[in-house]
């Protein structure tokens, strides 16, 4: 690839910068390849902006120069997303990390985007109102917003582009826009807030997000019921959706997955396909949910219904959960984790997740499976050698299969992780001529392709 | 304006169309205007295609010729979306009107978009599933996306671009083009569903749309509870938002609106702030909610709180506020409806409706207001008499201040009526520099303006 950065870029934004640019071997290759499986493409410089202002001066001057730009959130992007593969100037947004506002009148918070989940969590704390959405990593939500993000409570609570309000963004042309308006809708316009949720970095820089709260439940419950197979899991979960009974979580675990989480947090569950379900609303209306789910569940024979009452077991089974890939790494010694997911429409789910496990074992790949099934979407945590170049890609072939039979099935290349570079072919297959109006877009907002060029759109 | 119309558009589009194009003066009359207050401007010719095969080809005809095309649906918007600014074709749907698919696995209903509100309920009758967003009126699918549609449903259910999960769409080059997946969620590129939901056919003609269908709640009960005061009623509604208390719909109608529903629909409420509420969910739910209500309302002064718990009264009840609009004009004998709205924060709502009635008041002009006030979100019900161009001009002023005052208070000029022309001075002032960016978009993918020039973007 052509390289388009200079020393001058480098004097530019020294001036501006001082100390908060760096062109450091270790802090470039820190920035160079976030949680994918690809191989480090460290960017020339890495700056650490305080305020929109000072991004939009960023982007002026590598706009000058035609110089990419990669935003950095943290890091956590499983699919090549942060990998400077033109060279350029790395973003980091770790230093915008205030929050701005908490409004519980209207339910929001105002935050910078290198602002964490984690963060947000604890300015909440004792508020009695939470922000649902979270990866199972301590991400940032500039970040979680590019790739829109989801994660557990996305059946009840919707992905990021349900849960943000407005934006403020830089545009490669170094405009500073404000997005959507903090009323709850609007009719005023296209549509630009979700336009870039999702857009990872290829059409601009968040640098503020507002986002709706939600209010923390009287009650919260969780389960653990075991099945004899996936497709029971699963038609327990198809059944519950239909008939309106809101959860607030509803996890899929294949036998595989299981036993890397017994193993690694010391659990002693079944080794069987099984759900984790957490329930929140009032005393009453769980009781009442409870019921009904145990009595689809034991239609769908259940081998056991176990419940995570307490704070503490709940803690832990969700903590359990969160370090699931860690857990599935931990099975293999010196193993590299190799993160896929699709997401289809739920009714294929279980042939989808049953025809892919007898697809692992063919391949004779290690990869247990995880889902937020009640969306519909399930993720392979693949785990290799990385040495083993064969495996690596009988691993890719796998993925390329996983994802083929997910379109084939009605459904999309990734649910939640987005596309960076790891998921670019798919682009076409899925999209067919939408594509050509996406490059239309792209080429009209970012004429020199100076936003994080590479990515998303083949 | 200048006109971009010949007798070889007609032509060609006779020899594709046979007899389902027409330049009848009824006809083009009758497509002219909608339900908006400005002049009547009809397009030169009317088409009346089947399928999205003979909307591309109309397309490329109008392209070839830079022919405006103005999309229409039921024609009751009521910004002026309709109006031929600039003559043109206008593409009447109301033939593209099956119902493809109704999928109850995966929870969603796949239309033409000429497809009606009222044919979708009737398909769904019985089936235990149904649509949330309706208007008032009998829209068709692809117009309500299209203004980006709620209605009385939204606070619980979101709006248009909520329950939309794909889309095709002929583009102004006619390249035919299908968003989104049937997966519940995508990580996917960018949101081109939600970039033409709202769009008002300024990008685009959308031919087919997939929705999601929502189960329909075990037990439904309906409460009409009128206040001393607007501040108290939208305090009970804050309040109980607050609490994660999921009411199904939540409408404000002010003293003058309650009249005259009293009279149009031969009722005897208190002609005092009121709010219709529903709740939905199962029996058990439904108790404990309703007590909860019920005691916020205690605790903010509600004079009255009546049940309408049999399915009879229950239709009457929204049968009458669905006749708001209807009712309002009846007030005042040969009075033309002005139809408008904004949306604020909650927490400014109060304000806002209290600040805008005094406002009514002091410029004497019959405007009865009722809002979905679960979004923040109210109308103006402006009835004026269509021959007194001094009251009309004093109409349009109480307007302009209204939509200043949303502004002023964060909110937005339009919460789900939308632009059209008669809301196109406000876009720069709600959105600054994020208009460029909208005309960016609109350049890239129409650069020609043939697609309902005029319309959204000043
Ligand atoms: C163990 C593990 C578990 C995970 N679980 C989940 C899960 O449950 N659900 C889920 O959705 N994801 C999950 N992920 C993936 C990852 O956490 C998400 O993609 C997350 O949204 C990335 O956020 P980040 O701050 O790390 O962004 P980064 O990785 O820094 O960046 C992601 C992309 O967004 C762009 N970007 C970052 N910040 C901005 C900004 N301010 N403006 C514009 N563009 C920006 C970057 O250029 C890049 O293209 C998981 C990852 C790991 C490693
Ligand atoms: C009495 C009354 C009550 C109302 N109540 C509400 C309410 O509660 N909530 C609400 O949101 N609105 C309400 N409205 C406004 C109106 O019903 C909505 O704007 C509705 O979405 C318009 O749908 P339509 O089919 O009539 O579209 P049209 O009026 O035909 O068209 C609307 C716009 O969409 C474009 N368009 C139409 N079809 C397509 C298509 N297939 N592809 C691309 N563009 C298209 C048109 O060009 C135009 O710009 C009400 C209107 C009236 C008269």
Known sequence: MEKRFNQSVFEELKSLLQDRVTSETNIRNEHGVGYSYHACTPPDCVVFPKNTQEIAEIVKICANHKTPI??????????????????GVCVDLSKMN????????DMYVTVESGVTRNQIDEALEGSG??????????????GMASTRASGTNAVRYGTMKDNVLTLTAVLPNGDVIHTGSKAKK?????????LLVGAEGTLGIITELTLKLHS??????????????VELAVNTVIKTIQKGIQMAKIELLDDQMMRAINLYSALNYAEKPTLFLEFGGSKVELEEQIRKVEEIAHEHKVIEFLWEKGEENRKKLWRARTDAAPAAVALREGGKLMSTDVCVPISKLAKCIVDTQVDIAETNILAPILGHVGDGNFHLTIVVDPNDANEIERAKALNERLVKRALDFGGTCTGEHGIGIGKL????????????????????????????????LP
Chains 1, 2 share one sequence.
Do not use: W
């Open 216 to 229: 923390y439940p009287e009650a919260i419950f969780a389960a653990v019921c075991s099945f004899p197979s």
């Open 186 to 194: 609007s009719s005023a316009g296209y549509d630009l807030t979700r």
């Open 98 to 105: 205030h929050i701005i506002e908490i409004n519980t009148d």
């Open 129 to 142: 109102f939470f922000f649902p959405i979270g990866p199972g990593v301590n991400a940032t939500l500039g």
């Open 425 to 456: 072919h798919f682009m076409q297959p899925e999209h067919g001529d939408a594509l050509n109006m996406m490059r239309t877009i792209k080429r009209a907002i970012d004429p020199d392709n100076i936003m994080n060029p590479g990515k998303l």
């Open 70 to 87: 990669i935003p950095f959130g943290a890091g956590t992007s499983v699919e090549g997303h942060v990998l400077a593969l033109e060279g």
